[in-house]
């Protein structure tokens, strides 16, 4: 992200909560100092640095904040994150959307890593899906990366995915991916609920086929049919408990909505105490 766009966003981040004025730190002497302590109440992989750190500097530019802890790092629970020092009145105003930040792309980022670790060594990557919070696509593909996974088209314009509709509308599999070819060069992709519409797409020849919901006994059996030739990405009622068993059957990717969706946030403490 460019730090032009990553300015604007802050700002709208910060208009939200401060909208005419923050009342509360308006109690605070203009000129007093303040420092501040981050620590995490759980395990948890760190991401979001640059974010939080523009919150604090937008409202005070000579805020220095030193992080103790690398971006993506894996820490545990209780451990120091940043130190930070400046105007009290900025890191009160800026407390709150700082950690939001903070807190939910560490959140995406440490259950990234939780399914970039389940399928280690197996050769397949698992890839993040559209299913993201409005605003923060950018944020949280960032952070997906950031925990050892990948990303898949950031939006409706980098890639075609074929998808059920889309083939109803177009009249087959083939007619869709034959138009898909004929409109552009960006990666087409076709989505598939059963062997029959497997055959047809490997004839149709797009640059990877979807699984949608097919079983590891079915999975293996389209990896068999495929023979390594179209890229195959399994998605679908995957969850830490049955990933393993789904990469080994031979898929290249394993797309999961939960990476960005189902985020709880991780949970942060920001202490400040006046220095002067």
Known sequence: MNDALKCIEIRSFLEEDIGSGDITAAIIPEN?????????????????Q?????????????????????????????????????????????????????QLLSATATVSRLYADA???????????????????EAQKYAVACGGCYNHRIGLYDGVLIKENHIMAAGSI???????????SVTVEVEVESMTEL?????AKP????????????L?????????????????????????????????????????KH???VDLSMRIKLVS
């Open 119 to 137: 399928v280690a060594g197996t050769g397949c990557k698992v890839l993040d899906t559209r299913k993201t919070i409005p605003g923060l696509r």
């Open 207 to 218: 640059d990877r086929i979807m699984l949608d919901n097919f079983s590891v006994e079915a």
């Open 199 to 203: 055959t047809e797409a490997l004839a």
């Open 50 to 102: 640059a974010w939080f750190d523009a919150v604090l500097k937008y409202l005070d530019a000579k805020v220095k904040i030193n992080w103790m802890v690398a971006e993506g790092a894996a820490v545990k629970k209780n451990t120091l994150l940043c130190k930070v020092s400046g105007s009290a009145r900025a890191l009160l105003t800026g407390e709150r959307t700082a950690l939001n930040l903070l």
């Open 32 to 48: 007093a100092q303040a420092q501040a302590e981050v620590l995490t109440r759980e395990d948890m992989t760190v991401c979001g």
């Open 220 to 260: 293996r059996a389209a990896v068999a049919l495929n023979a390594g030739v179209i890229e195959l990405e399994a998605s679908g009622n995957i969850e830490l408990n049955n990933i393993r068993d789904i990469a080994e059957t031979g898929v290249d990717y394993i797309s999961i909505g939960a990476l960005t």
């Open 174 to 184: 083939t007619k869709a991916i034959k138009a898909a070819r004929e409109l552009t």
């Open 263 to 265: 985020v709880k946030a």
